[in-house]
Structure formats: structure tokens, C-alpha cells
């Protein structure tokens, strides 16, 4: 038997997968489930603005060590992130970003 979504999941889908669509995105998704408060879409708004955020904090470090393998390997490691938070999304899935997921639902709770 197939897997099929559920109308909550699908209605949030649009705001989800808007979240992951660069720094912008996760705030516009912030706005856009407000009225709503889909629990799909709050899901990985906070999963997205996590990864938004930690990006953007770490990328002056990386940056600072000027070496190519180091450059690389981070952004290697967020486009995973991404990648692996933007396919839940799309897949109507609520799997948690690994290693740092947890603490972007906790963090962020009272954001999105």
C-alpha cells in the first residue's frame, strides 16, 4: 500500500520547500505560515533557518583558514544539508537534518 500524504502535509509543502530557497526564503516562509501554523511547514522552516544561519556563521572561519580543501569540504557538507532537509520537504517527509536537526526544533521552536 502506498504511502500517500495527508492534506496537512500537502498545504504546508509550498512554505516548506519556499523555506529552503536561500536565507530570503526561510523568512518568507516565517511569514507565509503565521496565519496557518501548518506543523509540516514550521517543521523545516526552523530546519531551514537553522541551516540558513549556521552557514552564515561558519562560512567567515572557513573562509579565514584560505585553503581549498577545507572550502570545498564545507560547502560540500552544507549542500548535503540542504539537499538531504529540501527532498524531505519535497517528499512530504519530516526528517530531522542529521547531527544538528534536534537543535534547530528546539532553538527555533518559538520562531516558526
Known sequence: MMN??????KE??????VA???AVGAIV????NMDTKNSFASFHTRQAIGIHLLFFLLA???TGFNSLIISVSFWIFFFTLWLYGFLGAMQGKKNLV???GKYFQTWFNKLA
Not at 500517500?4 to 502535509?9: F, M, V
Not at 516562509?29 to 507565509?32: G, L, T
Open 20 to 22: 529552503y530557497i536561500t
Open 4 to 9: 500517500q500524504e495527508t492534506n496537512y502535509t
Open 12 to 17: 504546508g509543502k509550498s512554505v516548506a520547500t
Open 98 to 100: 542529521p547531527v544538528i
Open 29 to 32: 516562509a516565517v511569514f507565509m
Open 60 to 62: 567567515p572561519i572557513v
